[in-house]
């Protein structure tokens, strides 16, 4: 069901989840590069300034956790990080932000010979490096479960009735050069544990939502460069997510804002949004830049696809109420 609504007051066991993606915060100041990328697609030179403007709207939002779903810097590098975490400030707590990595937060850049891997700017590590006490080195303790990798991992939010579950879809892309550093891959590993985890018979209780960067279903190709965007294995994943029965899957990388709707796929209801950048709608004559809030009351998940003027006051839009799964 959609419906027009604004987002009203907070109410009593309200959760509110901030969805953002592809910041692309960009730091460089290269003539030829700024020239290249506005031929081939937006300048990316408002970025830092649309989050700001972001934050500050969803700061009014009484917004208790941020998911910013991959690609928060534009290359990986020192300077587009400490931009970032100096605009996220007082976000920057685990228990207030979740981040997982886009394929250019690891970066186009070619390892040069003789460089120790940890000089290495486009390792996973690195990403993670920039955000100490933000990755959990453990699996909440109701779960009685080891964690054996970086990812998957799992918060609980709202009291412990939310499960957010973040996937890694940056793969092996350090191999890779060139356009096709936009593949994804969750990769063998990580999907055992994902599958593991996922029988878990304590998540059965909590709403669950998954976050990753790559889209885990084949979307319609808007550019040529989408067809290097596909995510491997997800036909596999897919099938977990539906078998494990979880509730809403959050996205970003495609750059464009959707939602993906199953009814009752293989038995089970789910939702799949992608977030899309902030500017994703922004033109020559619009300026108005959009984020998703998730409202959580109870066992109901309402959507809100949030506009945001940059000189006018924000509204909401629409919003999209899914009931997450029958009160018990
Ligand atoms: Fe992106
Ligand atoms: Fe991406």
């Known amino acids: 069901m959609i419906r027009q609504s604004e987002l009203g007051p907070k109410v009593p066991g309200e959760f509110r989840i901030a969805h953002l993606s592809d910041l692309h915060i960009s730091a460089d ?6 020239r290249w990328r506005s031929w081939v697609g937006k300048s990316q030179a408002k970025n830092l300034v649309n989050l700001q403007t972001v934050l500050s709207d969803l700061a009014a939002q009484d917004i208790d956790h941020i998911v910013i779903t991959g690609d928060l810097t534009n290359g990986a590098k020192e300077e587009e990080f400490d931009a970032l975490k100096q605009a996220l400030g007082e976000w920057l707590q685990s228990d207030r932000l979740t981040v997982l990595p886009g394929n250019h937060d690891l970066s186009y850049r070619r390892v040069r010979p003789g460089m120790a891997l940890h000089e ?3 390792k996973l590590w690195h990403f993670v490096s920039h955000f100490p006490g933000l990755f959990p080195s453990h699996y909440p303790p109701e779960m009685r479960h080891a964690k054996k990798q970086l990812f998957p991992f799992v ?12 996937i890694d ?8 050069a ?12 990580q ?10 018979p304590w998540l059965h209780n909590c709403i669950k939502i998954v976050a990753m960067h790559h889209h885990p279903m084949i979307v319609p190709i808007a550019t040529m460069f989408d067809s290097f965007k596909y995510l491997f294995q997800s036909k596999q994943l897919l099938d977990l997510l539906y078998e494990s029965r979880i509730e809403l899957v959050i996205h970003g990388h495609k750059h464009h804002p959707f939602c993906w709707q199953s009814h009752t796929f293989r038995g089970h209801d789910m939702i799949v949004i992608c977030a899309g950048p ?15 809030i998730y409202s959580i009351v109870g066992h109901r998940i309402s959507i809100h696809y949030r506009t945001c003027p940059a000189s006018q006051r924000p509204k909401t839009e629409f919003s999209h109420v899914h009931a997450a799964k029958p009160e018990r």
């Open 29 to 34: 100041r290269s003539g030829l590069r700024s």
């Open 278 to 292: 902030p500017d994703a709608y922004a033109g020559d004559k619009s300026f108005d830049l959009v984020y998703n």
């Open 155 to 166: 918060k609980l939010l709202g009291s412990g009735r939310i499960a957010l579950i973040v």
């Open 169 to 176: 879809t940056t793969g092996h892309l350090t191999t890779k």
């Open 120 to 122: 290495c700017p486009r």
């Open 191 to 200: 999907l055992a544990e994902l599958r593991a985890i996922l029988k878990n």
């Open 178 to 189: 060139g356009p096709f550093n936009s593949f994804g891959q969750v990769g063998l590993a």
